[in-house]
C-alpha cells in the first residue's frame, strides 16, 4: 500500500499546511533576506519559486508514470488514482512553471516566449498531459479508460527526460542547471526551503486527490442496486 | 538594464510571479478540499438512502 492511501485526509491537510508554512517562510527570505544577484539584481528572485516548481513538476509526472506502469502490470485501479492524481498535479505545475519562466524571460531575455528546445518540449510535456487528462474525462469506462490514459502516460513520459537534459544536449538560451557547488550558500537556503515546502504541498494535495479519485471509482464501479419484484 | 550590463528594478516582475504562484497553488488546493469534501457529502447522502441515483 502506498504512502498516499496509509495516510488518512488529516495527514493529507497536515502535509498541505507544513507545505504552505515552508513555502511562506521560504519565499520571505527569497524576497527579503536573501542579497541580490550580481548581474540579475532582484529579477533572479523568481527562481526561488520557479526553480522548486519544476522540480516538483517533474516529480508529480514521474509519480503519475510509475503509477501508469505499475496500474498496467497489476491492473489494481488504486494505482489509476494515483496516476490520475499526480497527472492532475503535474499539469497544475507545468502550466505554472511555464507562466512564470514567461514572467521571468522577459526581463532577463527581452521576451514572453521564445522556441528555445527547454521551453518547447516543457510546452509539449505539458499539453501532452493535459490531452492526457481531457481523454480521461472523455472515456466513460473506466477500465479503457485507465488503460488507454496509462499507456499514454507512458508514451508522453518519453518527454520528461529529454526536457531535463535538453539545456545539456542543446546550445539553449536557457541556463544550465546549477549545483550546489556553483550556487553561493545564501541561495541555496530559500531555494530548499521552496521545495520542500512545494513537495509537502504536492504531497498533501496527491493524498486528498487519490482519495478522491479512489471514492469516485467505487461509486462508477458499484454494482446496480437489485430491481425489487412487483 | 544600465551600462555596466547588470539588471536594474524588475520587482513588478518578481511581484507577479509570485502572487501568481500564490494564486494558482491557492486555488488548486481549494478546488481539491472542496471536491474531496464534496464527494464525502455525497458518499454519506448515499449510504443513508441507497437508492439515490449515482
Redesign the interface.
Known amino acids: 500500500m502506498a504512502v498516499s492511501d496509509r495516510l488518512n485526509p488529516g495527514a493529507g491537510y497536515a502535509l498541505m499546511v507544513v507545505g504552505a508554512l515552508l513555502l511562506a517562510v521560504g519565499s520571505y527570505i527569497g524576497l527579503f533576506v536573501a542579497p541580490s544577484e550580481s548581474y540579475m539584481g532582484d529579477v533572479y528572485r523568481i527562481l526561488y519559486v520557479h526553480v522548486p516548481t519544476a522540480w516538483n513538476a517533474l516529480l508529480a509526472f514521474t509519480f503519475a508514470f510509475g503509477s501508469a506502469v505499475a496500474f498496467l502490470i497489476r491492473g489494481d485501479f488504486k494505482w489509476d488514482a494515483r496516476h490520475e492524481a499526480g497527472a492532475e498535479m503535474g499539469v497544475v505545475l507545468a502550466g505554472l512553471l511555464c507562466c512564470q519562466g514567461s514572467i521571468w524571460a522577459k526581463p532577463t531575455w527581452g521576451v514572453w516566449w521564445d522556441w528555445d528546445p527547454r521551453l518547447t518540449t516543457t510546452a509539449v510535456m505539458f499539453f501532452a498531459f493535459v490531452g492526457i487528462l481531457a481523454l480521461r474525462r472523455f472515456v466513460e469506462d473506466p477500465v479503457k479508460r485507465a488503460t488507454w490514459s496509462a499507456v499514454a502516460t507512458i508514451i508522453a513520459y518519453v518527454d520528461v527526460p529529454i526536457v531535463y537534459f535538453s539545456v545539456r544536449w542543446w546550445n539553449s538560451l536557457h541556463q544550465m542547471q546549477s549545483s550546489p557547488e556553483t550556487v553561493s550558500a545564501p541561495f541555496l537556503i530559500p531555494l530548499r526551503t521552496n521545495a520542500f515546502g512545494i513537495l509537502f504541498l504536492m504531497a498533501g494535495l496527491i493524498t486528498l486527490r487519490t482519495r478522491l479519485a479512489r471514492m469516485r471509482l467505487a461509486q462508477e464501479m458499484a454494482p446496480p442496486l437489485p430491481e425489487v419484484a412487483s | 538594464m544600465n551600462p555596466t550590463?547588470?539588471?536594474?528594478?524588475?520587482?513588478e516582475?518578481?511581484t507577479?510571479?509570485?502572487v501568481?504562484?500564490l494564486v494558482?497553488?491557492g486555488s488548486?488546493?481549494l478546488s481539491?478540499?472542496w471536491?474531496?469534501r464534496a464527494?464525502?457529502r455525497?458518499?454519506e447522502r448515499?449510504r443513508r438512502n441507497?437508492?439515490v441515483s449515482?
Open positions: 550590463g547588470v539588471l536594474g528594478g524588475g520587482w516582475f518578481v507577479a510571479a509570485y501568481l504562484s494558482v497553488l488548486y488546493a481539491v478540499v471536491r474531496f464527494e464525502i455525497r458518499a448515499q441507497p437508492e449515482k
